[in-house]
T-cell receptor
Framework: GQQLNQSPQSMFIQEGEDVSMNCTSS?????WLWYKQDPGEGPVLLIA?????ELTSNGRLTAQFGITRKDSFLNISASIPSDVGIYFC?????????????FGPGTSLSVIP | GAVVSQHPSWVICKSGTSVKIECRSL??????MFWYRQFPKQSLMLMAT?????????EQGVEKDKFLINHASLTLSTLTVTSAHPEDSSFYIC???????????FGDGTRLSIL
């Protein structure tokens, strides 16, 4: 079945630094989703990407839908302590429905004040 | 918009007890809701898809009789962990989507600890 891989697995950065993480798949996805999960809470949708090559921003976050449709990138600029959490990429298994969404293993981000 | 509420947020109970977790869509109707399980430092694993007015669809390896799902209204789905044992301790998260072509939004999860 479809699988997503995320790298790096974990990151420890200094407050104020920029962060870059990526998500890859062996098969094509038509939509890429980026979620953030704070400790002890459910994931929150950050950015949704619908078109190959699309670059979308949400505040200090920017995500891109790779041209090959097999990867996506998430960048965080000028990190702050509240950016701490686990970032998951995800994509729907089927083109026309979000009924079954595949999640990556996550990238754990720690920000050192 | 698209707020999903989950209750309770934390449950501690004795082995053998049945535990019910509620998932509500607060500002939209959801004909379909989803139940996930998450172990520490791991990703979300889909357990089942809850369908309003019909039987839930369970993922391979998930025991239907162990994890009872009821979706009696367009805004409420419940997951009952029957005769819970310590190995059922986990973080259970529900989600719902406002429409078939829109992303899922998640509740805040329920931390279940079985002693």
């Amino acid at each position: 079945g479809q699988q997503l891989n995320q790298s790096p697995q974990s990151m420890f950065i200094q407050e104020g630094e920029d962060v870059s993480m990526n998500c890859t798949s062996s098969s094509i996805f038509n939509t890429w989703l980026w979620y953030k999960q704070d400790p002890g809470e459910g994931p929150v949708l950050l950015i949704a990407l619908y078109k190959a090559g699309e670059l979308t921003s949400n505040g200090r976050l920017t995500a891109q839908f790779g041209i090959t449709r097999k990867d996506s990138f998430l960048n965080i600029s000028a990190s702050i302590p509240s950016d701490v959490g686990i970032y998951f990429c995800a994509g729907p298994e089927k083109k026309t429905s979000y009924d079954k969404v595949i999640f990556g293993p996550g990238t754990s981000l720690s920000v050192i004040p | 918009g698209a707020v999903v509420s989950q209750h309770p947020s934390w449950v501690i109970c004795k082995s053998g007890t049945s535990v019910k977790i509620e998932c509500r869509s607060l500002d939209f109707q959801a004909t379909t809701m989803f139940w996930y399980r998450q172990f520490p430092k791991q990703s979300l694993m889909l357990m089942a898809t809850s369908n309003e007015g019909s039987k839930a669809t369970y993922e391979q390896g998930v025991e239907k009789d162990k994890f009872l799902i009821n979706h009696a209204s367009l805004t409420l789905s419940t997951l009952t962990v029957t005769s819970a044992h310590p190995e059922d301790s986990s973080f259970y998260i529900c989600s719902a989507r406002p429409a078939r072509n829109q992303p899922q939004h998640f509740g805040d999860g329920t931390r279940l600890s079985i002693l």
